[in-house]
């Protein structure tokens, strides 16, 4: 009971100490430079009666869902097959290195310049961001299948379809799970830098359009609920995670 | 109860099993080994590590080709696993995804075996090592001797002729390897297939084994054959038990010796 309690509490009350330094500190600046939390969450209501923080949150999460959805959805089917192809890897993995550590926001010129101002170069900057995550862990989790679990699929005379769908895929699961896991959060964060670059919309557009008017106060409130959304997608992916972990028999 | 005036199941006829080592070197694993297995019989492979008995059941068991000689089975040439000869790990190699009974399943799904069929297959391999209550439960809720009990459980559900077992109670407890070796003796008289049983423990080969085939290492080599002819369930406190202990232990001491000896050689 005293554990839990202080589970609760330790992290609520850094969180208060937090937002008491913020006001006090706040104090010293005029707000236009330095507003304080109060101004924050007055610009939050604001821009929440206003309509218009509705509109931003929901494109923004559209975006981020559409662009992450895309970027799993071809970087599993890929990073299964490299898995498996050592050879195939072998040819590519050198092109993966090379492209990886290039910042997504560098790609951002170029995808101007070949979609255009608006959702496509914010999408594609975040996709992105969650492909190589993805990829990379679904090459290593299906390299990585205990040689005894193919041993046995090999002879109980399973064919190739059937082990590779149920046995090397379940088994690599975990680890490309820690890979979906990664990816939620860079794609996450460039989503704002995305958004920040070209869109006319979304949270990251809020910040600049804010800057634009000097409202300092709305900045910080898109930074702040950027945070907070960012927490909630985490938090939901950890549930999903336990309660896959329980059922693969390994504990998140 | 040697393979003598049978047609052996499984017979191996100079067989040698070469790799090279990281540096170059070609190592011997396994040297000339020639054996018969006869149908049923319960072979017990034991010995000192490095002295092939694993390379050996791998041969045998097809996940591993014999650099010179031949591996037969039924007559037929071992070119890779195969169903009709399971093998049992010590890592027992069930699927964490899949409960008890979904991992029975899979063996039987594997050789098409038609739904309603393979459950009752499934059902009926849980029953003979009394793990029924645990159908519906995941590896991870198990211990190891259950764990190893659905793996013997799979195997016996795609009706094998041979079990291959490499070490397959080296993890478990004192107790439940007691036990299990038992219920393994129990199984493989109602069942009668052919096991060839990989050990380091000399007394887990002669509980278990009709014949027990002494491996000494550097090459690896088949040092001495030992008929062990006591009947089932055996005595393991009883004076017949400790002659063939002692005569295998001595053995044993041999060939440790001569192992040290050539350490000291080689130095």
Known sequence: MKTKLTHILLPISSLIAFTVLWQLAARRYPPEQFPSPSDVVKAIAELAASGVLWGHIAISLIRFGGAYLLAVAVAIPLGLFLGRFSRCHRAIDPLIQILRPISPIAWFPLAVLWFGIGNAPAVFIIFLAAFYPVLLSTISAVRAVSPVYLKVAANFGANPAMTFLRVIVPAAFPGIMVGLHIAVGTAWIHLVAGEMLGAQSGLGFMIVDARNFLRTDEIMAGMLLVGLLGLAIYQGMKAVERLIGRRWGVKA | ?267
Not at chain 2, 183 to 194: A, D, F, G, M, N
Not at chain 2, 203 to 221: S, W, Y
């Open chain 2, 1 to 267: 109860m040697s393979a003598i005036g049978q047609t052996a199941k499984i017979s191996l006829r100079g067989v040698e099993k070469r790799f090279a080592s990281a540096r170059g070197e070609e190592q011997v694993a396994l040297s000339l080994v020639d054996m018969d297995i006869a149908s049923g019989e319960f072979v017990c492979l034991v010995g000192p590590s490095g002295c092939g008995k694993t390379t050996l059941i791998n041969l045998m068991a097809g996940f591993e080709r014999a650099t010179t000689g031949t591996v037969t089975i039924d007559g037929r040439p071992v070119t890779g696993p195969d169903p009709d000869h399971i093998m049992i790990f010590q890592d027992y190699g069930l699927y964490p995804w899949k409960s008890v009974l979904d991992n029975i399943l899979f063996g039987l799904q594997a050789r098409r075996v038609p739904a309603p069929e393979a459950r009752e297959r499934a059902r009926a391999a849980l029953e003979l090592v009394g793990l029924q209550a645990a159908a519906g439960k995941h590896p991870h809720e198990l211990s190891g001797g259950m764990k190893q009990r659905v793996a013997i459980a799979r195997a016996l559900a795609v009706e094998p002729s041979v079990l291959f077992m490499d070490e397959p109670f080296a993890a478990l407890d004192a107790f439940t390897r007691l036990y299990l070796q038992d219920e393994l003796l129990q199984l493989w008289s109602e069942k009668r297939p052919t096991v060839v049983f990989v050990t380091h423990d000399l007394d887990e080969a002669i509980t278990l084994g009709q014949r027990v085939v002494l491996m000494a290492p550097n090459p690896g080599r088949v040092q001495r054959v030992l008929d062990v002819e006591l009947v089932y369930p055996r005595e393991r406190t009883g004076n017949d038990f400790s002659l063939f202990r002692r005569e295998l232990f001595q053995e044993f001491h041999l060939v440790h010796q001569q192992a040290a000896e050539e350490e000291e050689y080689s130095i």
